[in-house]
């Protein structure tokens, strides 16, 4: 007879974690990496913007429905019943949002986005608009990939996913290199082409690994209640509600910072300055499934606690350590290729962001706790708060008309953010503390 499981060790959080950290670290270089190429082509400006502040926020508010296909394929991928009904919905969604991109892409909907409701300066419609039109497969391959990756994190393949995501960078970068020297291609039509050679090569491995982990591990039998398409539904669609939520903020954004003064400076350093508050952000995201994973570990609660701490603190003194120094001028300016104005913009901007690495660990255990309680209606709750504030902040920007338009959108992200985690903690109590108490009861049996 089997005895009763292991408490949960450091050691075994780390090793969990350290893949996936490397993956969203590889993953969050993408941004840079374009950065430093499109910045040394044609129009730079132009480009950063069309690219960073139009074409990616689009796309990813039209795959927002299916970010979360990796929380909930992690937690709900337990059986081959899961495993199909999960997939008939993923490529269902799927199919659904690749046509809407198209017919965003492809038709006079363009335009009456991007020109009428963005305000986008009219120098980028047109590299947007083809960049756009390049990604339509984005949301399919992306999908599929976060799916598969949830099965292999659920079955202990997690360093799988780090591989998987430097494939990803090494076809952005080769991509990058042949364009930009070869075929002399445009900024935006150069990134788009790399980030899609990317999610492509990357998604194709996810499937190739899978197949090992569906033949001979994924149990044939449910091993409690089969997962019903109801209860499927009750457990996504607030963390789907959720991510759309949360990636309807960046056109939003977009668009306010298009109202504001220095229009195409700012929507030029904006998503510059987001790629490297990103590297640091990355290494606390990628905390969510780790903790959804060990959750249900005895005395998991206090370990993955103090785990996130030590990230947070980490990663905010890293960023803290750029921001204060001459790193940020040679990241900017010598790394990223920046012009000297575009340069200090972002250097000043940076300040901003000082709180953002340690809230994104802080956020990825508490919102770990929410989604392993079943109650996710507060992750949604949550990001509907840091929308409401965001807007707000950007409103009074574009009323006001006062300052730069890359300050107060950094500001409203990290109001946004503050205030999420806020959330977080309040929703989350009462998890947490029945966690506290099987813990407690764990250490004293394991004493006994």
């Not at 042949?178 to 194709?204: I, N």
């Not at 060990?294 to 980490?314: E, N, T």
């Amino acid at each position: 007879m089997d005895g009763p499981r292991r408490d949960l060790t450091s050691g075994e959080v780390f090793r969990t974690w350290w893949p996936l950290a490397a993956s969203w670290v590889l993953m969050a270089l993408e941004g840079p990496l374009q950065t430093i190429f499109v910045a040394r082509l044609a129009d730079p400006k132009v480009h950063l913007a069309a690219f960073g502040s139009l074409v990616l926020p689009i796309a990813m508010l039209i795959e927002a429905p299916i970010i979360m296909l990796l929380s909930a394929s992690t937690a709900l991928s337990s059986d081959l019943n899961a495993y199909r009904r999960i997939r008939r919905f993923m490529h269902g969604m799927s199919a659904g949002l690749t046509t809407l991109h198209a017919l965003l892409a492809l038709t006079p909907l363009y335009h009456l986005l991007v020109v009428n409701v963005l305000h986008a300066p009219a120098e980028t419609v047109e590299p947007a608009r083809i960049g756009f039109i390049l990604m339509i497969p984005w949301t399919w391959s992306i999908a599929y990939r976060r799916f598969n990756q949830g099965v292999l994190i659920r079955f202990g393949r997690s360093i799988t996913v780090g591989i998987g995501t430097f494939i990803r960078l090494a076809a952005n970068g080769v991509v990058l290199g042949l364009g930009m020297t070869v075929l002399k291609l445009p900024g935006t039509t150069l990134a788009c082409m790399a980030v899609m050679a990317g999610v492509l090569s990357e998604a194709a491995y996810a499937g190739l690994c899978v197949r090992p982990v569906l033949r001979d591990e994924l149990p044939r039998e449910p091993l409690g209640q089969p997962l019903s398409g109801k209860s499927f539904l009750r457990f996504y669609v607030p963390l789907s509600l959720t991510s759309l939520i949360f990636m309807g903020i960046r056109p939003i954004l977009s668009a306010a910072v298009g109202r504001m003064p220095n229009a195409l400076d700012s929507l030029a350093v904006v998503p510059v300055v987001n790629g490297l508050v990103f590297l640091f952000r990355s290494v606390g995201a990628a905390y969510n499934e780790v903790v959804i994973a060990h959750l249900d570990r005895p005395g998991s609660s206090v370990v993955l606690a103090r785990f996130a701490r030590r990230i947070g603190i980490a990663t905010t003194l890293g960023l803290a350590v750029v921001t204060a120094t001459p790193l940020a001028r040679v990241w900017f300016g010598t790394i990223s290729g920046l012009d000297g104005s575009l340069m200090e913009l972002a250097r000043s901007t940076l300040w901003i962001t000082l709180l953002l690495p340690g809230l994104a660990a802080m956020q990825s255990f508490l919102q770990g706790i929410i989604v392993h309680s079943r109650r996710t209606r507060g992750v949604t709750e949550a990001v509907f708060v840091y929308l409401a504030s965001s807007v707000v902040i950007l409103g009074i920007g574009v009323a006001w008309g006062g300052a730069s338009g890359a300050f107060l959108a950094m500001a409203s992200i990290a109001v946004g953010e503050i205030l999420r985690t806020s959330w977080f903690v309040w929703r989350s109590r009462e998890p947490r503390r029945l966690l506290r108490e099987r813990d407690r009861g764990a250490t004293v049996t394991s004493r006994a």
